[in-house]
């Protein structure tokens, strides 16, 4: 069936460095994608999102890559800082099939180390 | 207050209790939805409603009940849970398309959700 998924559970990287977390669909018609994060105790909150029409979207400090050849999302996190440091989520859809929600990978635990 | 609110925070009931979820967005949107999220699995869509109308209801047990009186205010009713219904219950709302339902192509903000544990 179709699946969004993400190759790492959890990444850790140190304070300073760029961070890259990577998300797999399967739906070859998907045209909506979009990041969330996630801190503890809190919902998840919107960081990016791009449309199939794009492969390169950024925005403050943050770009999303798309790859539609591969069916690969990642999402680039410049200087990352400890604030950065929550469960980071992809999700996916395709418009007009009356599907009327996200469809949500499983996550990544991104760690910064001091 | 801005954005989605959900209260209660946190949640304890017995099996045989009635309780209610509620949530209150202040974004002016036009659907709102409710997710479940358990440990390690990813956020499973329950319900969504879109100009105060239950378009989808993604096979959800009748123990759960949705109300959407208006636009702003979504409620989940509770009725004789089980232990596996222990997770964090998240509510979000977007804006569509008043036309056409593209939901699903806008960002859905999320309030903090309800921890709802079931002895």
């Known amino acids: 069936g179709e699946s969004v998924g993400l190759h790492l559970p959890t990444l850790s990287v140190q304070e300073g460095d760029n961070s890259i977390i990577n998300c797999a669909y399967s739906?070859?018609?998907?045209?909506?994608f979009i990041w969330y994060k996630q801190e503890s105790g809190k919902g998840p909150q919107f960081i990016i999102d791009?449309?199939?029409?794009?492969d390169k979207r950024q925005g403050q400090r943050v770009t999303v890559l798309l790859n539609k050849t591969v069916k690969h999302l990642s999402l680039q996190i410049a200087a990352t800082q400890p604030g950065d440091s929550a469960v980071y989520f992809c999700?996916?859809?395709?418009?007009?099939?009356?599907?009327?929600?996200?469809?949500f990978g499983s996550g990544t635990r991104l760690q910064v180390q001091p | 207050e801005t954005g989605v609110t959900q209260t209660p925070r946190h949640l304890v009931m017995g099996m045989t209790n009635k309780k209610s979820l509620k949530c209150e967005q202040h974004?002016?949107?036009?659907?709102m939805y409710w997710y479940k999220q358990s440990a390690k699995k990813p956020l499973e869509l329950m319900f969504v409603?879109?100009?105060?109308?239950?378009?989808e209801n993604n096979s959800v047990p009748s123990r759960f009940s949705p109300e959407c009186p208006n636009s702003s205010h979504l409620f989940l009713h509770l009725h004789t849970l089980q232990p596996e219904d222990s997770a964090l219950y998240l509510c979000?709302?977007?804006?569509?398309?008043?036309?056409?339902?593209?939901?699903?192509?806008?960002?859905?903000?999320f309030g903090d959700g309800t921890r709802l544990s079931i002895l």
């Open positions: 979000a709302s977007s804006q569509n398309h008043p036309s056409r339902f593209t939901g699903a192509n806008q960002p859905q903000h």
């Open positions: 739906n070859s018609a998907s045209d909506y």
């Open positions: 791009i449309r199939s029409n794009m």
């Open positions: 999700a996916e859809n395709k418009a007009d099939t009356g599907r009327r929600a996200l469809t």
């Open positions: 974004l002016g949107h036009n659907a």
């Open positions: 409603y879109s100009l105060e109308e239950r378009v």
